[in-house]
């Protein structure tokens, strides 16, 4: 069955607001609003002012969970910190998810992974609005709402625990394919927490081939392209990548050279293959 995905080229805040009213739903309760903070030092993350439009509207809070890696956001003294200097302290109100400890979410039918583990802070919320910068990655090949959610919203041990396929030991140096599906695996988790109370927006928009986490990241090559927004995470990241693909873009290279580098659509793949969403999908451009 084919998800929709809206499609805008406007890339104004309010696109963001249009795109999120396209997709009909109200998100109940209190809403965890999950976006990347930026790691000190990059230039290519999506700045509050951009967000905030979008995140007022539903009266969110702003959620992240500590790395597993040093820099600017390895401990919560030191994301807090980065947080306030980024600005999005002063956008909304901000709750770093792992801040005391770690909840788990199981998985019965990982590929990979069984469990998840996940800011504790993330059983306060009753839905979920995940706004992704789509863009390149060094492990992933490619970030989008998939990796949102999975990476994004796992506590500092859960992101070593999915890196590592299982084995926290081998976070560097799992099975590549095997961390893949690792990630897809915490993705299910995830959506079938808010199953029907979760809405996704992608932002193609400063696609570096490096991800938000790179203190120091390459300038894009590739130009802007959009703003899209779903309800099915898969169909969503899926239709980042094809207009990736599709561009005339011929800056584009460098930016496909690392998805297929890193066989990045692995991912979307096995999502799909979870029942997370479906990779076929009508686009309808607002």
Not at 131 to 141: D, E, I
Request: proline share 3%.
């Amino acid at each position: 069955m084919k998800s929709t995905v809206y499609f805008t080229r406007d890339l104004s805040s309010e696109a963001v607001l249009r795109m999120y009213g396209a997709l009909g739903v109200q998100l109940p309760g209190k809403v965890a609003v999950k976006l990347h903070s930026g790691e000190p030092g990059n230039q290519n993350f999506l700045r509050p002012d951009f967000w905030k439009p979008m995140i007022d509207k539903v009266n969110g809070t702003i959620v992240e969970c500590n790395t597993a890696y040093d820099g600017g956001r390895n401990t919560t003294s030191a994301h807090k910190i980065t947080m306030e200097r980024h600005g999005w302290a002063a956008a909304a109100p901000v709750d770093i998810l792992d801040e005391e400890s770690e909840m788990e979410l199981a998985i019965p039918n990982g590929k990979v992974i069984k469990k998840n583990f996940v800011g504790a802070h993330l059983a306060d919320y009753d839905s979920l609005l995940v706004l992704s910068h789509f863009k390149g990655h060094p492990m992933g090949g490619f970030g989008g709402a998939l990796k949102n959610i999975s990476i994004g919203i796992a506590s500092s041990h859960g992101k070593a625990y999915i890196h590592g396929a299982g084995d926290e030991e081998k976070f560097w140096d799992s099975d590549h394919d095997s961390f893949l599906e690792s990630m897809a695996d915490a993705a299910w988790s995830i959506h079938n927490r808010f199953q029907g109370k979760a809405a996704y927006i992608n932002v193609m928009k400063n696609m570096s081939v490096d991800c938000d986490c790179c203190a120091v990241a390459a300038d894009p090559k590739i130009g802007d392209i959009g703003i899209l927004a779903s309800l099915d995470p898969v169909a969503l990241d899926q239709a980042c990548l094809d207009l990736v693909y599709a561009s005339d873009d011929p800056g584009k290279g460098d930016l496909i050279e690392r998805i297929e580098s890193l066989h990045g659509v692995h991912t979307v793949e096995a999502a799909a293959g979870l029942g997370i969403g479906s990779r076929e999908y009508d686009l309808v451009t607002l």
